[in-house]
Structures are given as C-alpha cells and as structure tokens.
C-alpha cells in the first residue's frame, strides 16, 4: 500500500498571507490527524477528522482549521500566517482513533 | 521574543551494542503506547506498540517495555545499527471514545558511534 502522501512538501509564506496543505491518507484509512511539529514545542495535536467530522481538537487558535473530503483526504488550512506558524506540519492516518498512527513526509511551511 | 528549544536527551552508542531509551507517560488512564523514529527531514515512523494488558512486546531486533506501575516505558534496540541514528519518541494515546488523541514525549536523540 501506498503511504501518507502530502503536498506540498515545501512552502514559503509571508505574514498575514494564508496556506493550504493537502494530505492524502493510507488506502482504507478513515481517520486523519494533523500535527505541528517545531523545535521549540515539540510535536502538537493539531486536530482529528474522522468520516468527514472533526472528532477532536488541540489547543490552537481559529486561524488553523481542516476539512476532509468524502475519500478521505485531508485539508488544513492556516489564515492570517504569523512567523511563529513556521513548521513541520504533519499528517497521520490511521483505521480509527484508538489504532496507529501512520505519518507522512510533513509539509515544511516557513513565514517570513 | 526568544524561543527556547527543547532540550532533547541524547543517548550515544556504539555501533553494536543495545541501545535502551526510556520514556515517562503522563496518564495513568492510557491504555495504548507507540514508539516512533524520526529521521532529519522526515515524519515519525512507526516501530512498534503496546497495549496496556501487556508489559512486553518484541518486535525486529526491537522490545518494548511497559512498566504501569511507575508509568514507564522503554525502548531497546539490539545490535544498534548506524542506520538507527534518530530522534525516537514515545506516545501515548488517551481519552475515551471519540476524544482519543496521541500525547508525544519529547524524544530522545540516538547517535551510533561507528
């Protein structure tokens, strides 16, 4: 099977600007979760969709958000980009919630 | 302002030797652990996982261990390979139902020393 896939796998951005970032999960896979990986905090829960529905959400502010599509591939999207949104942005699927998680290649965004 | 990194522990080992590394989860209620590597300038990979039914798992050349007690779990790696150089974290998967979500550790750095 073909694994986590995500696009783009670089983007530069300046401030105020918003991105997209596109996941596609493992074939079969349902649930989708987005992580935010950065030296100084580590990686982060961003948020959990699961048949379309987010089931779950980190402590981020509403400037990040995410759908999931019918085929469940996976958008999140940051609006009003600060330079501190600068990061790995991960994407991890998985059969359901309580399974394992299986990464993708992460999006580096970077904000200047 | 200034951002302060984390401050990865860092485990240096011969090429050859095991390599054991060692996490501390937060939630006595966590009933499900994974161990990940991470390579420079890629996603966490899956190595292996445990449930909480279970203290001990073996997988290729990997054990992991899990200690409910002191809520503790490490990791060992046998015959440790340069191949094996990595950030390696933990994480535990908590909460109920549909809130269930993956807490990472920090990870801890693996140098193999040639």
């Known amino acids: 099977k073909a694994g986590v896939t995500q696009t783009p796998r670089y983007l530069i951005k300046t401030r105020g600007q918003q991105v997209t970032l596109s996941c596609s999960p493992i074939?079969?896979?349902?649930?989708v979760s987005w992580y935010q990986q950065t030296p100084g905090q580590g990686l982060q829960f961003l948020f959990e969709y699961f048949s379309e529905t987010q089931r779950n959400k980190g402590n981020f502010p509403g400037r990040f958000s995410g759908r999931q599509f019918s085929n469940s591939r996976s958008e999140m999207n940051v609006s009003t980009l600060e330079l501190g949104d600068s990061a790995l942005y991960l994407c991890?699927?998985?059969?359901?919630?309580?399974?394992?998680?299986?990464f993708g290649p992460g999006t580096r965004l970077l904000v200047l | 302002g200034e951002s302060v990194g984390l401050h990865l522990p860092t485990l240096s080992v011969q090429e050859g030797d095991n390599s054991i590394i060692n996490c501390a989860y937060s939630?006595?209620?966590?009933?499900?652990f994974i161990w990940y590597k991470q390579e420079s300038g890629k996603g966490p990979q899956f190595i292996i996982d445990?449930?909480?039914?279970?203290d001990k798992r073996q997988g290729q050349r990997v054990t992991v261990l899990l200690n409910k007690t002191v809520k503790h779990l490490s990791l060992q790696i046998a015959a440790t390979q340069p191949g094996d150089s990595a950030v390696y974290f933990c994480?535990?998967?908590?909460?109920?139902?549909?809130?269930?979500?993956?807490?990472f550790g920090s990870g801890t750095q693996l140098t193999v020393l040639p």
């Open positions: 939630n006595s209620a966590s009933d499900y």
């Open positions: 994480a535990e998967n908590m909460g109920s139902g549909s809130a269930r979500q993956l807490t």
């Open positions: 991890a699927s998985s059969q359901g919630s309580a399974e394992t998680q299986y």
């Open positions: 074939s079969g896979h349902r649930s």
């Open positions: 445990i449930r909480s039914n279970m």
